[in-house]
């Protein structure tokens, strides 16, 4: 919200460079400094040509209205390009600017409480949009009209900076600083939000400011690199001074520094005396000065840009995207993606700060450009985002996010803990890092934590509690809340380190099975809560048939694939395989169970299964640690060294040795170790699982995967024509479990062997894939997960439930259990109470993993793909092709102006109709014989419905009714469905 206000304010500034399509001139050359203007070209266009360079002068206008003035010199005077990257060690391209400025900190009171009370509102963004913008708006021009560049935006408070005229003279630049900072106080104290406050507190909630100033060299530095994204920072004995100084002024006060105050000591009027002596409240000009004198001094910062649209070019623009989030970035690209920007969204904000660098100096920005690098791989490693890098006089501030779009996923609180545990471990100078459930609570948490120490809100214990370790500390009080919250610290234990979810099911399942998963059961048959396997689908019979027709051949060593999406029933699957190689056959288990976020590196599907065979041996209580060194001493020193090694960067010698040293431990496993343990074993299972879970990225541990998949096959094979040679040898079974086995987005190639190892067991019977279930299987799931008689279910929550999940087990289970949570669904014996389910809000259930799951789809999209599947979501039914271009135009800020030129229009709807059409080819769309489209998914339109505001809606509705009504009149035609009144009274109120 407040960069589209501060991007409405930026484009003031080419107005007024731009000409007119019929003017034949080019505008003046203005990245040039000199008075002299570069000749007038006549510009001959054409209609298209107009309209692709008008689209990218959009793009580049819209981009650099993102950009402080100070960058733009920098991209003026090619110190930021396209051929400078940074490295952790890089000592060039980190300095953008050096020089010497006032710098100022504004603040505003009264945010907190208006997040809050606005936070619940189902319009909540909407209403947060615009009272920021009627606050911002007018902060902005009054900044603007002082000369003042804006540096930061963080949260409610912004960074200006007001470069000196001249080495040394600071005199004019903290003067227009004081002078800008009194009138923003006179125009926006006690700002009214028109929000009320609580009940009993009386009135709305209002805004005020209390702004810091300090003056001295700055620097402004370009950080980070990590897949080409960068922050900018700005840094320097300024940034201490108003740390201090903003605290010290209370609600509608300026405070300076003592080098601030030492340049208009004469000019101004000091208030009363603060506590610190060096520190000075402004409260008025001497009779020196006025307003509108200091204002003449100063150059607009709306005629600062040393740049020009129109001269800039595509590689321009890959080096502007640096510094903006890639969605952020496809809002810009679309013509009408700023319109649709503001969204409620559900994020785990965490806070880090490191104390002790001083990043204006240059050993100091080298550790700031290692300290983001690291941080930048801890968050993206765990698919999360870096949102703010800041300096003030405690060190250096890291603010990332969560659950920010496209990367959405139902354990983005778990993902931030480890990216949390990770950072530390990563950083030297390990200081604080801190979770909460919001922006302001987060950094309330960091400021009341011990070193070395994370602190996480209520919301994130109770969403990590099931997957990691947590000590209950002392409710605290903090600003900004009336009561005490409560705290917790997350201990990072063996259910941390692994991700694994140990909880009473499983417990439970391994005392009456005497099998152990490292994994939360899933089947009824081991004690979980999934009772797929009872359903008697094709895949599971088409298993139990492998058991009952093969079990010779299975015991001389097999290899079985069991595969397909979420919810299919391939864990369940691989549940009872499991039990029927382990409970019936004797065999001993060897679990790899790899992970998709947390620990990230190449090689971790290697040393998680040398871990796999330490934990099998020390399972056996008579033997322990002394046969787990004895394995160990299967090894030389140097290939132990190998294999303790856990460096970054992965040679391809490293894995190839890494593999070697990995089938030698596994041999002298099977032929040595564990007969040493068990006496009765009658072979080895070695289950190999990959977990996607929520990401978007496969992992980087994907290819190791399938190496050591294709190795131990090929062990497996190589035993099992042992035996039929009657060579006595133990057998080895290898299940793996995935979401699919390779496909076009991972050659085959990549990993040898494993075409052939794919076709070998096909051809077997052996690979199993799993599918979504029927509405007939859907059915009896429900009344089997509710522990009820058939009968006893309404057809209205059977057919509530199907529509939702669409076949999806796992989806069945999370609406079951979240109607049940939130009281809609009550089950007493066999009686089940339903409420109506037609006023449930689905895109409300934002913890679970059939909404993250559809939210990335949607975000995975192209910006138009996403626009226009968000605005045919708020239609019922079917959509025409001229709904969706009335909804378009309705959802433009420019719908209503000038600048939508007739002449465009017939290609708009030509492009409207082709990303209609890609819809189609995704399966988001179905287009019937009348070209009318429909959403067929419920659960992707209830989504996407979710995703465009109420204000929105309504405009669009209206839009798209105006539309049919004009249509109508000009064919002699009636609206279906439309009573002539409402028609009249909407085509009244337009």
Avoid at 83 to 110: N, R, W
Avoid at 190 to 197: A, S
Avoid at 276 to 302: E, I, M, N
Avoid at 659 to 665: A, E, M, P, S
Wanted: proline share 4%; aromatic share 8%; with cysteine.
């Amino acid at each position: 919200t407040l960069s589209a206000s501060r991007s409405h304010q930026r484009n003031s500034m080419y107005e007024r460079k731009i000409y007119d399509d019929d003017v034949d001139f080019a505008p003046p050359n203005i990245t040039d400094n000199s008075s002299e203007a570069e000749p007038k070209l006549e510009r001959k266009r054409t209609g298209l040509s107009d309209l692709f360079d008008s689209r990218q002068h959009r793009v580049l206008q819209g981009a650099l209205s993102f950009l402080p003035v100070v960058i733009m010199h920098g991209l003026h005077r090619g110190v930021i390009s396209s051929h400078k990257f940074l490295t952790e060690e890089s000592k060039k391209g980190i300095l953008v600017h050096q020089g010497e400025g006032a710098v100022v900190f504004c603040d505003a009171s009264g945010f907190t409480a208006l997040t809050e009370r606005l936070a619940v509102k189902e319009e909540g963004a909407e209403l947060l949009s615009h009272c920021l913008n009627l606050f911002m708006e007018p902060l902005i021009d009054i900044v603007f009209s002082y000369g003042g560049d804006i540096v930061k935006f963080s949260g409610d408070a912004i960074t200006i900076v007001w470069p000196y005229d001249a080495p040394g003279d600071g005199h004019l630049s903290v003067l227009r600083a004081s002078a800008c900072c009194l009138e923003l106080h006179n125009t926006l104290h006690n700002f009214d939000t028109k929000v009320p406050l609580g009940e009993g507190e009386g009135g709305n909630v209002k805004l005020t400011l209390h702004i810091g100033v300090g003056a001295g060299p700055v620097s402004i530095l370009q950080v980070g690199g990590v897949f080409d994204r960068y922050e900018y920072v700005i840094a320097g004995p300024p940034l201490a001074q108003i740390s201090i100084a903003e605290p010290l002024a209370k609600s509608g006060e300026t405070v300076l520094s003592e080098d601030a105050f030492c340049w208009i000591r004469d000019d101004v009027k000091e208030g009363d005396q603060l506590e610190r002596l060096d520190y000075h409240r402004v409260v008025a000009f001497s009779d020196k000065w006025t307003f509108s004198s200091v204002k003449a001094t100063a150059v607009p910062t709306s005629d600062q840009c040393p740049l020009n649209p129109h001269t800039m070019t595509a590689e321009d623009i890959d080096v502007i995207r640096r510094f903006i989030p890639n969605s952020v970035f496809k809002k810009i690209e679309d013509p009408n993606g700023t319109a649709q920007a503001n969204e409620m969204r559900v994020v785990t904000i965490l806070f880090l700060q490191v104390s002790g660098v001083d990043v204006s100096t240059e050993k100091g920005s080298i550790i700031a450009q290692r300290l983001m690098s690291k941080l930048q791989k801890a968050c993206y490693g765990n698919e999360g985002s870096v949102n703010k890098f800041l300096v003030d006089d405690k060190g250096l501030l890291f603010l990332c996010g969560f659950g920010l779009p496209p990367l959405i996923h139902t354990d983005d609180p778990v993902r931030a803990i480890h990216a949390a545990f990770k950072i530390t471990k990563a950083l030297k100078r390990k200081e604080y890092t801190f979770l909460g459930d919001d922006v302001n609570l987060s950094a309330r948490l960091m400021g009341n934590a011990d070193v070395n120490s994370i602190l996480v809100c209520e919301t994130t214990h109770r969403k990590c509690k099931k997957f990691l370790d947590f000590v209950t500390l002392n409710p605290i009080k903090v600003k900004g809340k009336t009561n005490k919250i409560p705290v917790f610290l997350p201990v990072e234990g063996e259910a941390a380190k692994r991700g694994l979810s140990v909880n009473v099911q499983r417990l439970k399942s391994m005392m009456e099975s005497g099998i152990d998963v490292p994994w939360v059961v899933r089947s009824t048959f081991f004690g979980g809560p999934s009772p797929l396997l009872a359903l008697g689908t094709e895949w599971f019979s088409q298993l139990q048939d492998v058991f009952e027709n093969q079990e010779d051949e299975i015991r001389k060593g097999a290899v079985l694939q069991l595969s397909g999406g979420t919810g299919g029933g391939k864990v369940e699957c691989g549940e009872y395989a499991i039990g029927q190689i382990v409970g019936q056959m004797g065999f001993v288990p060897v679990y790899a169970h790899l992970f998709s976020f947390g620990l990230a590196h190449k090689l971790l599907p290697l040393r998680e299964f040398m871990e796999g065979m330490l934990e099998t041996i020390c399972r056996q209580r008579e033997f322990g640690e002394k046969t787990r060194a004895l394995l160990m001493a299967a090894l030389t020193d140097e290939e132990e060294e190998v294999a303790k090694v856990y460096d970054d960067v992965v040679t391809h010698e490293m894995e190839r040795r890494m593999v070697q040293i990995c089938i030698k431990f596994f041999k002298y496993f099977c032929d040595t170790a564990i007969c040493s343990v068990k006496k009765d074993i009658k072979g080895v299972v070695v289950v190999l699982r990959s977990t996607h879970g929520t990401s978007y990225f496969p992992p980087p541990w994907i290819v190791s995967f399938w190496r050591l998949v294709v190795e131990t096959a090929i062990l497996s094979r190589e035993r099992r024509e042992l035996q039929m040679g009657e060579v006595a040898v133990l057998p080895v079974i290898v299940i793996v479990i995935s979401r699919s086995v390779p496909d076009e987005s991972f050659p085959r190639g990549t990993v040898l062997g494993l075409n052939e190892l794919t076709d070998w067991v096909k051809s077997k019977g052996w690979r199993v894939e799993t599918d979504l279930l029927s509405k007939d299987h859907c059915i009896q799931y429900v009344h089997l997960y509710l522990k009820v008689p058939l009968e006893a279910v309404p057809d209205a929550l059977n057919e509530f439930c199907y529509k939702l999940a669409e076949g999806n087990s796992y989806y069945l289970r999370e609406i079951l259990d979240e109607l049940v949570s939130r009281g809609l669904l009550k089950v007493q014996g066999d009686v089940l109470t339903v409420s109506d389910l037609s006023q449930v809000n689905v895109a409300e259930w934002v913890d679970t993993a059939m909404i993250a799951t559809t939210m990335m789809s949607i975000e995975s999209l192209k910006s138009e793909q996403a626009k226009v599947l968000k605005l045919a979501s708020v239609f019922t039914g079917k959509t025409s092709m001229s709904d969706l271009s009335a909804s378009v135009k309705a959802s433009s800020e420019q719908a209503n102006s000038e600048a939508s030129v007739e002449g465009h229009c017939v290609l708009d709807d030509l492009h409207l109709m082709l990303t209609c059409n890609s819809l189609v080819e995704l399966g988001m769309f179905v287009m019937d014989e009348n070209r009318d489209y429909t959403i067929p998914s419920v659960l992707l339109q209830t989504v996407a419905r979710g995703l465009v505001l109420k204000g929105q809606t309504l405009k669009i509705k209206k839009k798209a009714l105006l539309g049919r009504a004009m249509l109508a009149s000009k064919n002699n035609l009636t609206i279906k469905n439309q009573g002539e009144a409402g028609v009249t009274e909407l085509v009244a109120q337009q």
